[in-house]
């Protein structure tokens, strides 16, 4: 999807999700020192994860309590603050159980973000669909989803909810559903929250805000928050959020990983260690 635009140039180290210990800091750095066990997020254009030793920027740096183990921290910052961003700010979710109920569906929620997603959305007065493969039903289950639907099932293809519920938000974590299958299953003032927008999001987001409709479509590009990174560390270190991980690689394998993560079919995060 980013390929048109990355990497700006070579070489080029991916990855931009960390967890280490801080081996120096830079003259103006006062929240750290050497010593320090933290979580950062990487910029995009930089990456630098795949690497013994990355630079982070302070902003976006936060520590990680000794409850919170380095391959949990680091699956948190791109997918986390994805699966935050889209919950809290596109959908205006409020993650201390009040406000209106509100029917939700995430789909993908087995994957990096899905996962995240369903958690979170759990912590707010919701209902909560989700869609995954088979083989990751029982385990989606278990992140709270109240309703699961194998997608490759004609009822999952569809969308719809078993209970007949009607989205009030959508977070679209999979590809090649239309408008067209969004649509009938969304409450009147239902939106859909597409995390990996392509040119046929961006289409249907204009249209509908021309017409006026008041189902809508909402591409949703990443603002990393430092303090919403730290949010997230805070609910793993209280257990109101677990990282679940696919696989760990060792750096030298990383090439392993990446494919891995292309596939799509990972269950969670993937995770390299030095």
Same mark, same amino acid.
């Given at each position: 999807m980013?390929?048109?635009?990355?990497p700006?140039?070579?070489?080029?180290?991916?990855?931009?999700? *960390?967890?280490?210990?801080? *081996?120096?800091?830079?003259?103006?750095?006062?929240?750290?020192? !050497?010593?320090?066990?933290?979580?950062?997020?990487l910029?995009?254009?930089?990456?630098?994860?795949?690497?013994?030793?990355?630079?982070?920027?302070?902003?976006?740096?936060?520590?990680?309590?000794?409850?919170?183990?380095?391959? #949990?921290?680091?699956?948190?910052?791109?997918?986390?603050?994805?699966?935050?961003? !889209?919950?809290?700010?596109?959908? %205006?979710?409020?993650?201390?159980?009040?406000?209106?109920?509100?029917?939700?569906?995430?789909?993908?929620?087995?994957?990096?973000?899905?996962?995240?997603?369903?958690?979170?959305?759990? &912590?707010?007065?919701?209902?909560?669909?989700?869609?995954?493969?088979a083989?990751?039903?029982?385990?989606?289950?278990? &992140?709270?989803?109240?309703?699961?639907?194998?997608?490759?099932?004609? #009822?999952? /293809?569809?969308?719809?909810?078993?209970?007949?519920?009607?989205?009030?938000? *959508?977070?679209?974590? !999979?590809?090649?559903?239309?408008?067209?299958?969004? #649509?009938?299953?969304? /409450?009147?003032?239902?939106?859909v929250?597409?995390?990996?927008?392509?040119?046929?999001t961006?289409t249907?987001?204009?249209?509908?805000?021309?017409?006026?409709?008041?189902?809508?479509?909402t591409?949703?590009? &990443?603002?990393?928050?430092?303090?919403?990174?730290?949010?997230?560390?805070k609910?793993?270190?209280? %257990?109101?959020l677990?990282?679940?991980?696919?696989?760990?690689?060792?750096?030298?394998?990383?090439?392993?990983?990446?494919?891995?993560?292309?596939?799509?079919?990972?269950?969670?995060?993937?995770?390299? #260690?030095?």
């Open positions: 980013l390929r048109p635009f990355l700006p140039k070579f070489p080029y180290v991916p990855a931009c999700d *960390v967890a280490g210990e801080v *081996v120096e800091v830079g003259p103006g750095v006062k929240k750290f020192k !050497a010593g320090d066990k933290v979580v950062a997020y910029s995009i254009s930089n990456g630098g994860g795949f690497a013994e030793f990355a630079v982070a920027n302070e902003s976006l740096t936060v520590a990680r309590p000794p409850e919170v183990s380095a391959p #949990e921290g680091a699956g948190l910052p791109v997918a986390g603050l994805t699966a935050l961003q !889209a919950l809290t700010q596109a959908a %205006g979710l409020r993650l201390n159980g009040r406000g209106p109920l509100k029917n939700i569906l995430i789909t993908a929620a087995s994957g990096g973000v899905g996962h995240y997603a369903v958690q979170l959305a759990k &912590l707010g007065n919701t209902h909560v669909t989700a869609t995954c493969g083989r990751n039903i029982n385990s989606v289950k278990s &992140l709270g989803a109240d309703e699961v639907l194998d997608y490759k099932t004609p #009822e999952g /293809s569809a969308l719809k909810s078993p209970s007949g519920k009607k989205y009030d938000f *959508v977070v679209h974590c !999979a590809r090649a559903f239309p408008w067209s299958v969004f #649509e009938p299953n969304l /409450s009147e003032c239902g939106k929250i597409d995390i990996t927008p392509s040119i046929s961006m249907t987001f204009a249209l509908k805000k021309l017409t006026f409709s008041k189902k809508q479509l591409p949703l590009l &990443l603002t990393p928050k430092g303090e919403n990174l730290e949010f997230l560390v609910l793993v270190k209280e %257990g109101k677990k990282t679940i991980i696919d696989l760990k690689h060792p750096l030298s394998k990383a090439e392993d990983a990446w494919a891995k993560s292309i596939s799509g079919h990972a269950t969670g995060k993937i995770i390299v #260690e030095p």
